[in-house]
Each structure stands twice: as C-alpha cells, then as structure tokens.
C-alpha cells in the first residue's frame, strides 16, 4: 500500500474520518433541533401541573381495575371543567349581544359532549364481576353528587332545589351551584335576545324568578317559528336554535350512553348515591331543555 495513504485504513482516495461533533450538538440533532435542558425554563410537565395532575390517582382497593374508574372520572370532571368555562362565556356573551363569540363557545360545548359520550366506551369494558369487587371501596361515593355536572345541568335550565343539598356540606362548592342555580339559563338568556330582537316571547319568560324550572310556552315556540320561517331575515337567531338543538342533541347522547353502561356494569342495583340507578338515569331521559326548538320543527 502506498504512502499517500496516510495510513487510512479504506486505501486510495478516502476522506478523513470527520471530527465527534460536541455533545451538545448531537443531542440537539437527535432531538430534531428541539430545546433539551430545562434546569431554568418552565417544561411541558411544569405548564401542565403534570406532577399534581398524575399524582392525584388513589385507588382504595387492591383490583387492577379501580384506575380505570378513577382516571375516567377524573378525565370527565376535566372536560366539565372546560365546558363550564364555555358555557358561562357564551351565556354572557349571548346577553351581549356577541352571537359570533356564544356559536364558536357553543359549538366547542357540543364537542365536548362527544369526547364525554365516549368516555362512557371506555368505562364499558369494565365487566360486572370487576365493578363489584371495587364497589364497596367507593361508600357512598357517586358521580350523582358532582358539583359542576350539577352547575351544567343547572346552567341548562335543569333546576330542581333538592339537589343543591348534596353539596351542603362544602360552602364553597354550594356557592358555585346556587350562583348557577339563581342565574338566567342558556335557554333564558336566549329567549331574552328573541325578546330584544323584537320577537314575541312572553313578558313572564323574560322576567322570571330563574330558580324555576322553565315551563314551555305556544308563545315562545311562535316567535322561534317567526326565526325559522325566514332565516335570512333572522339568520343569527336561526343559528343560535340549531346551536342549542346541536348542544341538547349531544347531551342526550351523554345521558343515554351513561345509561347503558351502567346498565350493563350493574343492572338494575341501586346506585352508591342512592338514586334507583338505571331507573333514575331513564327518567333523566325524559327531562327537554329546550322545548320549543324540538316541538317547533312539527309547524315547519
């Protein structure tokens, strides 16, 4: 082998083995350019509050099974969370008069639904026999005293003074259910905008003690007609009635798939809460939160 060789091993011609790139840089190529250290700047777990979040799971029992009862739970009360926070926005917004903001909140909340309606597929493949080994460990435990479920339900029109009870015991939670409790629901604020807009809603639905459960009215469902039979002439109140039939349509579908997995984890056993449990959960079925917007579409 000849001398111009340099001693490469790979002969004639071949280029010198390039220099170890630092340590820092590797990394950073490896990493596809994306920031390593996070001794001094906040990281994805610290924005998240990941460290509480993931720690906040206590399974009381010995069955493999009891995490996925609570991550479920605990994943619902998030998506409660955030459809709390858009359903007082587009109320508010709606007794604004800002319908563009109330659509895009609306349209999230039914969105929201679904990912909930889903949660329940998950929690399906927890068998009987699984949930009856876990059961005693949850008391008297139940998803029937969740303090913002109730602020949704109440938010919607749902009212019914009894169930403010269960969280009597915390004032601070108590708080926040009579507040939602007291106030204009969605479906008040909206016939109030029907009412500013022109239309004819009743004086007694646009002025009302809001604690009560809401009554339908011919009245209503007329000036909701007045909307749908000329749509371009009343196009945002014509979109915030298929907002809200979006909105109830996705609830319902949450209520009913809450039923039948229940229904299938335990059948007809009454509910830790107390509630007759699929019983109660069937009469939830019945309950219409916007009636006029249904019973409107048979006088189209």
Same mark, same amino acid.
């Given at each position: 082998?000849?001398?111009?060789?340099?001693?490469?091993?790979?002969?004639?011609?071949?280029?010198?083995?390039?220099?170890?790139?630092?340590?820092?840089?590797?990394?950073?190529?490896?990493?596809?350019?994306?920031?390593?250290?996070?001794?001094?700047?906040?990281?994805?777990?610290?924005?998240?509050?990941?460290?509480?979040?993931?720690?906040?799971?206590?399974?009381?029992?010995?069955?493999?099974?009891?995490?996925?009862?609570?991550?479920?739970? @605990?994943?619902?009360? $998030?998506?409660?969370?955030?459809?709390?926070? #858009? +359903?007082? %926005?587009?109320?508010? !917004?709606?007794?604004?008069?800002?319908?563009?903001?109330?659509?895009?909140?609306?349209?999230?909340?039914?969105?929201?639904?679904?990912?909930?309606?889903?949660?329940?597929?998950?929690?399906?493949?927890?068998?009987?026999?699984?949930?009856?080994?876990?059961?005693?460990?949850?008391?008297?435990?139940?998803?029937?005293?969740?303090?913002q479920y109730r602020c949704i339900e109440f938010l919607?029109?749902?009212? @019914?003074?009894?169930? $403010?009870?269960?969280?009597?015991?915390?004032? #601070? +939670?108590? %708080?926040?259910?009579? !507040?939602?409790?007291?106030?204009?629901?969605?479906?008040?604020?909206?016939?109030?905008?029907?009412?500013?807009?022109?239309?004819?809603?009743?004086?007694?639905?646009?002025?009302?003690?809001?604690?009560?459960?809401?009554?339908?009215?011919?009245?209503?469902?007329?000036?909701?007609?007045?909307?749908?039979?000329?749509?371009?002439?009343?196009?945002?109140?014509?979109?915030?009635?298929?907002?809200?039939?979006?909105?109830?349509?996705?609830?319902?579908?949450?209520?009913?798939?809450? +039923?039948?997995?229940?229904?299938?984890?335990?059948?007809?056993?009454?509910?830790?809460?107390?509630?007759?449990?699929?019983?109660?959960?069937?009469?939830?079925?019945?309950?219409?939160?916007?009636?006029?917007?249904?019973?409107?579409?048979?006088?189209?």
């Amino acid at each position: 082998m000849s001398d111009n060789t340099h001693g490469c091993p790979m002969g004639y011609g071949a280029a010198p083995a390039p220099a170890t790139p630092p340590a820092s840089t590797a990394a950073s190529e490896h990493a596809h350019g994306a920031q390593l250290d996070f001794a001094h700047d906040m990281s994805y777990g610290d924005y998240l509050g990941l460290d509480t979040l993931l720690a906040s799971q206590h399974p009381r029992s010995p069955h493999h099974d009891e995490m996925l009862f609570i991550v479920q739970h @605990q994943t619902s009360e $998030l998506w409660m969370k955030l459809m709390l926070h #858009e +359903l007082r %926005a587009a109320i508010a !917004a709606i007794a604004g008069d800002q319908l563009g903001s109330a659509f895009k909140m609306l349209a999230r909340v039914s969105r929201i639904m679904e990912q909930l309606v889903h949660a329940w597929d998950v929690l399906a493949t927890m068998t009987p026999p699984e949930y009856s080994a876990i059961r005693p460990f949850l008391a008297r435990s139940s998803g029937f005293q969740s303090y913002q479920y109730r602020c949704i339900e109440f938010l919607l029109g749902n009212k @019914q003074a009894e169930l $403010l009870q269960p969280h009597a015991h915390r004032p #601070e +939670l108590l %708080a926040q259910v009579e !507040a939602a409790y007291r106030a204009p629901s969605l479906y008040d604020e909206s016939l109030r905008l029907l009412a500013r807009r022109g239309l004819a809603v009743p004086a007694d639905h646009v002025e009302r003690d809001w604690t009560q459960p809401y009554a339908a009215s011919p009245a209503v469902e007329a000036a909701w007609l007045e909307a749908y039979r000329a749509p371009q002439q009343h196009w945002d109140l014509y979109q915030l009635g298929e907002e809200l039939t979006d909105l109830e349509d996705a609830f319902r579908l949450w209520r009913f798939r809450h +039923l039948t997995t229940v229904q299938r984890i335990i059948g007809d056993k009454r509910g830790t809460g107390g509630t007759n449990g699929v019983g109660y959960l069937r009469q939830m079925l019945d309950v219409v939160l916007f009636p006029e917007i249904w019973t409107l579409r048979t006088a189209l």
